[in-house]
């Protein structure tokens, strides 16, 4: 782990860099905006793979989340380590190492995981753990997840022992960037179809199907409005990245505010109009496009390489000149940080231990 | 830092997933080929920006390099914490705080820093630190560097106090992944000519030029042949990672071996022909393309997410199967992790902290 490049009390630009930097204002905001939208007609369940970070996970439970979901084991570890008592691994675990730690796990906290497969939920069943389990239903991801269908019914009907059958897991993670928002809802809509046919499918078979969860924070709003789920799982929405800026927002969704920054400083000035920042595609990950430039209308981060950035325009930033920057893709790039610098009217007022960082397995 | 995913003396199956292995025995090839093919003719000074760990650069130095380089401040650190006793920063440092750590690291290891602007010069020899200073050059990397000419001849005079003019930087790491082996000889030809007029033109001006350092894995022999540089900086030999392999290999280059991989595992099966691991975007980074399938001629990694990966063909691995993934891009992907899982003969030899992982600032 390394250590901090800020401490507490330091005004912003006496932060080393390249820093990730959020802006606690914007961040409590984004939290009580989410609330207002939808907290009063389903649950919350946020998603902690975009954060890492129990910190975060605790206010957005006394914002009114009932827990988190996490992906990977690992994460989930980190999470309860943190004093969270109510993770969803929103996803598959296989392999009995991993089911070996997920069972530890739910002798300390209330576990729910997810399954697509009667072999898999044979290895958890075997486990002898006590856990949620939610069948992931494929609503259009086309990733992990079983059609809507018997097979579904099949998969429950399996579901026996220690384990719980919670619910469906329908999450439509393409729809979440589609710019559109019309086309959003559209898909959200046809996703809705699929779970409304399960849910009937499944009663018919006397099948009691407690909780629907998953959505977005492209969408979420159509999942709540559709009536077809229970929970909700938005992640990014406590930051808000440069690509989600580029939807299309408008109501029912609230638009979020950019909550985190990758804050860099200019290393060099080649040429006329050009500034290389020194914060490249190890400090803002650049699998959704580039970083934006907050604030500077004139500037555009042009291109990376690992250690460096591009900014060119007008007008140029000078050496020594410290950028705060809006990276494409919030979730990989907090990945690449230990700490948060937890920033309050230009000073730095905490700084909190990404320790779900790197927590793949 | 992550809990490694392994223990010493387990089998490569019985390893967790998403893991980072190193092949050890490729390692060392690699590590033997670099240095019969340029070790008797140039220094050798590995980068460390692409392994991050002094384990590795140990080896490196037993192999004959003369010391590391590093991008960062903080990677150096972790080098010289490690026992690396000559370190090259091949970069520009900017910034009070940067300044001040890279002095402070100057008094316990052997320190070089490059410069291309006056100002960035004089804070670094106000400082007082007792630094290596090397002029970068723009030699068609189109990121920092001072254009051949008098520009360097006036930077190189400002050189005094505790600094020591140490040479020329000239890397052209756009040059290192152009794929035709002819246009990679080109680039570093013209980039050739622009050291020896720079070296010339220091002649004339009575100014020693004792080393100048560049070059990568993908060209360093043209570098070599050239006659114009004095010691090497490559750093993706040691592994090998899928883009480099689209590169066209041949004499004088060495074919450099996959060394490094990121073990998977099966987590889905959702339809004939697809498999989807739980090794993403997260544990590969995909920046310079998708990862490839290690050994599996009919399978492609097609797609990736977060935490997810797309496997298609035939025939398709069935769930719970382990899958060796080579990185598209081996620096970045390393960033992601905290342990080399270290494999010999199909079994967990050593587990190899990787301390410089997010060493950004």
Known sequence: MQKPPASVGQRLDEVDTPALVLDLDAFERNLAALQRSAGGRV?????????????????????????????????????????????????????????????????RA?????????????????????????????????????????????????????????????YHGRAQHVRSLAERKA???????????????????????????GAGSGTYMFEVESGAWDE??????????????????????????????????????????VAIVDAGLKASSVDS????VWQRPGLAYTRTSDEHGCIEGAPPPALGEKILLVPGHCDPTVNLYD????????KVEALWPITARGAVY
């Open 43 to 107: 649950r919350v369940r946020a998603h902690a793979k975009t954060h890492k970070c129990p910190e975060i996970a605790r206010r957005q439970i006394a914002f009114g989340a009932i827990g988190v979901c996490c992906q990977k084991v690992s994460e989930a570890e980190a999470m309860v380590e943190g004093g969270i008592q109510d993770v969803l691994v929103s996803n598959e675990i296989v392999g009995a190492q991993k089911i070996a730690r997920l069972a530890a796990l739910a002798e």
């Open 110 to 170: 209330r576990i729910g995981v997810c399954v697509d497969n009667a072999e898999n939920l044979k290895d958890l069943r075997d486990s002898k753990a006590k856990l949620d389990v939610y069948i992931e239903l494929e609503v259009g991801m086309r990733r992990c997840g079983v059609p809507p269908g018997e097979a579904v019914v099949a998969l429950a009907r399996e579901v026996s022992g220690n384990l719980r059958f919670a619910g469906l897991q329908a």
């Open 187 to 213: 898909a959200i809509e046809r996703a809705a179809s699929a779970v409304r046919e399960t849910k009937e499918l499944l009663k018919r078979n006397a099948i009691d199907c407690p909780i629907v969860t």
């Open 232 to 273: 909700i799982q938005p992640g990014s929405y406590v930051f808000m990245d440069a690509d989600y800026a580029r939807n299309e927002w408008a109501a029912p969704l609230p638009r979020f505010e950019h909550a985190l920054f990758v804050l860099s400083t200019v290393m060099s000035r080649p040429a006329a109009g």
């Open 289 to 292: 496009g580039m970083p934006s």
């Open 339 to 346: 700490w948060y610098v937890c920033v309050r009217n230009g």
